[in-house]
Each structure stands twice: as structure tokens, then as C-alpha cells.
């Protein structure tokens, strides 16, 4: 059983940077793949990024892609994602998520595909 952890959201306001982290605990961190997805309020859960269970390998929704960085330190059961010139279409509750699959085509990006999930945390940009 995984538990997840998010933190780092908060209120910056547009062209600013954030750091969200997510803490896993009791599981075997390094042989899960793991993910960020989010939620605008009336919105579905949309992904955004995704990491294998190595590091090597990401993925990035074409909306954040050259703004949002993936990154996980298995070392420190950790994941991250660094958000540079954050817009106010980036404002939503972003989720942490990891499983033990492997993921064959874009099926990384559905969220149904991840078994553990952390609570949450807002990130708000302000215009």
C-alpha cells in the first residue's frame, strides 16, 4: 500500500514558478511509474506529466510542455514538478499518482490507470 503526499501549491501570480512535491511512503518507490494530473473546478482530471519507475523516461501534456519539469529522486521516495512561467489556465487542485504497471502507447495519461493518488494541493495564478 502507497501512500502520496503533495505539497508546495500556493498563490503566485503569472510568469511566476512553483515547486510541488510528492512524498511516497510505504511501497517499493523506485519500481512505481508516477504521475501529476489536474483539476480546474467543472473540469475533468487532466494529465500533465508523467515519470517511469527509472527517471529517465517522461512525459508532458502539450499545454505544459517547456513550462512544467518532472523529476523523482527514488533515494527519497520523492517526485517533483517544477513549474516556470505558470499562467492562470494552470490554476487547479494537481494530484500526485503512481502505479506498478507499465504503460504501453499514451495510456499514461489516463487516470484511471493509476491505483494510488495523494489528497491534493491548489495551485493558484493570479493575472
Known amino acids: 500500500q502507497v501512500q502520496l503526499v503533495e505539497s508546495g501549491g500556493g498563490l503566485v501570480q503569472a510568469g511566476g514558478s512553483l515547486r510541488l512535491s510528492c512524498a511516497a511512503s510505504?511501497?517499493?518507490?523506485?519500481?512505481?511509474?508516477m504521475a501529476w494530473f489536474r483539476q480546474a473546478p467543472g473540469r475533468q482530471r487532466d494529465f500533465v506529466a508523467h515519470?517511469?519507475?527509472?527517471?529517465?523516461?517522461?512525459y508532458y501534456s502539450d499545454s505544459v510542455k517547456g513550462r512544467f519539469t518532472i523529476s523523482r529522486d527514488n533515494a527519497k521516495n520523492a517526485m517533483y514538478l517544477q513549474m516556470n512561467s505558470l499562467k492562470p489556465e494552470d490554476t487547479a487542485v494537481y494530484y500526485c499518482?503512481?502505479?506498478?504497471?507499465?504503460?504501453?502507447?499514451?495510456?499514461?495519461?489516463?487516470?484511471?490507470?493509476?491505483?494510488?493518488w495523494g489528497q491534493g494541493t491548489q495551485v493558484t495564478v493570479s493575472s
Open positions: 499518482a503512481a502505479d506498478s504497471r507499465s504503460y504501453y502507447g499514451d495510456s499514461y495519461r489516463t487516470p484511471t490507470n493509476y491505483h494510488y
Open positions: 510505504g511501497g517499493t518507490f523506485s519500481s512505481y511509474a
Open positions: 515519470v517511469r519507475s527509472s527517471g529517465r523516461t517522461t
